[in-house]
């Protein structure tokens, strides 16, 4: 997912109006936005024609399905019912010039909306009382920043509520932004984080400012979705064992060159063979490869190979916990990642749903949680991860076919986002209308289990245009499940 921002803050206003803290705010917001993988644009002290400027070439460079974040640091107010962020060239005295000398809220917001982002997030540490507000005629309906309607995958964040001031802090930024950056990089959903945001806010400010959001966000997001946590802890050959040359001197070598055949009469009996006590003698580096290789073997059929991976908990009992969780890191490290440690464009899943089982008790949780961090430091968007906790909504839609008796499927939507995708123009006919072949939902869960790595014990299969769920469906021929954005 290709994530961008756009970083204004504008402090040297007229005499009596400017702003100590808006320049460094902005400054470091950026450096935050850049450590969570954005492309930032990051000014300071624009007119109202550089900050147009700016928003304009933000909008367009912004690409459907991305993430993008508005922040701005200055003055701000609302006038006859609009909201504008103020250039530093207005004039504090006249609302009519303010009015013309800024960017306008609205204009920002639908640029971010109609680039077609997934998710955009606005985040405003200015002022909701009109910060000129005894040099102005009050009859224009003055005041600070007012309500804004976020668009659909829109979240608008203001430093305050209505009619407050923005205070500011102890140190080089103003209070919002400090509690912003206290939080930022914490791996958790943009929601929780502002969560957090406002209840230190309450506490530095003694309640007096109390920060304020507008959410329309149905893709969950997170700034930060990893504690930078490398695949250090095994070697480079054993994250990308694609060069692997066996040393006939050690068993380990000896076991891992017969899993690594492709050849079932070397693969099975390799598997059976393999006791709790040799893998208490291996390394953990070598259990990590095993563990890839068996469950590898086992994708392409290997019957000695399959109850390690089906049975694990009962099969790996009596190995040391530590080379037992490295056992089972490599069999979810195989999932995803290829020979050369690199992403899978499609997961190796066909036994996941069953390792996922397995990984999900507690004392087993520790690889989930590895896998899980190892895949969010790819900078990708997955269904499962890292909230290996949370139950995944799916909305199946249908619709009825002439000359069908079951509800034929139209999409499979995860967190706003369709992943039902079609694989070849070829299988649609000249209409762009598809076969379709019979379906229960059982099949449905598995099949998003074995595409899209999604848990079937984290499945809640949703039929909105159905008033039950059907006891049979119509899948579409070629077409897949996406698994990662």
Request: charged share 25%; hydrophobic share 40%.
């Amino acid at each position: 997912m290709k994530r961008k921002a756009l970083a204004i803050g504008n402090g040297a206003y007229a005499p009596g109006f400017d702003l100590e803290n808006a320049v460094n705010d902005a400054v470091a917001v950026a450096e935050a936005l850049r450590r969570s993988g954005f492309e930032v644009n990051e000014f300071t002290d624009l007119d109202h024609t550089a900050m147009q400027d700016a928003a304009l070439a933000f909008g367009k460079s912004l690409k459907r399905d991305g993430a993008a974040t508005f922040y701005f640091a200055g003055h701000g107010v609302e006038i006859d019912g609009v909201n504008y962020l103020i250039g530093i060239d207005a004039d504090p005295t006249s609302a009519v010039d303010a009015k013309h000398n800024s960017l306008k809220l609205d204009y920002v917001v639908d640029l971010m909306d109609h680039a077609g982002s997934e998710t955009n997030i606005v985040i405003l540490d200015a002022c909701r009382e009109n910060p000129f507000g005894k040099n102005w005629d009050r009859s224009l309906g003055t005041g600070g920043l007012g309500p804004v309607t976020a668009p659909r995958g829109t979240l608008i964040a203001f430093a305050t509520s209505p009619g407050e001031k923005a205070m500011n802090g102890t140190g080089k930024h103003g209070r919002y932004t400090e509690a912003l950056l206290q939080h930022f990089d914490a791996v958790c959903p943009v929601e929780t984080m502002f969560k957090r945001v406002r209840a230190t806010m309450a506490t530095s400010t003694g309640k007096k400012q109390t920060p304020w959001e507008h959410t329309s966000l149905i893709a969950e997001f997170y700034f930060n979705r990893s504690r930078n946590v490398p695949v250090t802890q095994y070697s480079e050959q054993a994250v990308s064992d694609g060069g692997f040359i066996a040393d006939p001197k050690k068993p380990a070598h000896v076991v891992l060159d017969e899993l690594k055949s492709h050849d079932w009469y070397r693969q099975n009996p390799a598997a059976r063979g393999i006791k709790p006590s040799d893998l208490n003698g291996f390394r953990e580096n070598a259990c990590f490869m095993i563990g890839r290789a068996l469950y590898s073997a086992a994708d392409g059929g290997s019957k000695g190979a399959e109850p390690w991976v089906t049975n694990f908990i009962a099969k790996t009992g009596g190995v040391d916990p530590h080379k037992r969780k490295a056992l089972l890191d490599g069999m979810l490290f195989e999932v995803f990642f290829d020979r050369d440690g690199i992403l899978r464009s499609k997961p190796k899943a066909k036994h996941f749903d069953e390792l996922y089982g397995a990984a999900s008790a507690k004392l087993l949780r520790p690889s989930l949680e590895f896998i899980g961090e190892v895949l969010v430091n790819t900078g990708r968007r997955f269904l499962a991860f890292p909230n290996i906790d949370d139950d995944v909504s799916v909305d199946i839609t249908t619709t009825m076919l002439p000359g069908k008796a079951n509800p034929s499927i139209t999409g499979i939507v995860v967190g706003g986002r369709d992943i039902l995708s079609l694989d070849s123009p070829d299988y649609v006919d000249e209409h762009g209308i598809p076969r379709y072949f019979a379906f229960r939902p059982q099949d449905l869960a598995n099949r998003l289990a074995a595409e899209a790595a999604l848990p079937t014990s984290r499945q809640v299969l949703n039929f909105p245009d159905l008033s039950m769920p059907p006891g049979e469906l119509g899948y579409p021929v070629g077409y897949s499940l996406e698994w990662m954005s």
